[in-house]
């Protein structure tokens, strides 16, 4: 499941990142319809944002690394694992 989250985070990044880059190399006509660029851009940027954002993959991946680590390592801490035993009235917990 972490191994999907990262696969995502990746290839958004990457994706951006290019169209990005082909977006500043085009220039003003590429904000245009002529060139596919600009549908390109709005894609890329949608697709980030669609199936949850690059940083909510980025607590997801830490915690499914931690989940897989924590039986070995109980010195390691992770944020949702320390939520669980929390007593306090402002923990939520989240199943």
Do not use: S
Not at 41 to 69: K, P, S
Not at 89 to 95: F, I, P, S, T, W
Request: cysteine-free; proline content about 3%.
């Amino acid at each position: 499941r972490r191994l999907v989250h990262e696969a995502k985070k990746f290839a958004t990044d990457a994706a951006w990142e290019v169209i990005n880059h082909a977006m500043q190399i085009m220039g003003g006509i590429g904000y245009t319809d002529v060139y596919p660029i600009e549908r390109l851009l709005r894609d890329a940027r949608l697709i980030m944002i669609w199936t949850g954002t690059n940083e909510v993959m980025n607590l997801v991946i830490q915690h499914e690394y931690y989940r897989e680590i924590l039986p070995a390592r109980p010195d390691v801490r992770d944020v949702e694992a320390d939520a669980v035993n929390a007593e306090a009235e402002g923990e939520k917990v989240y199943e």
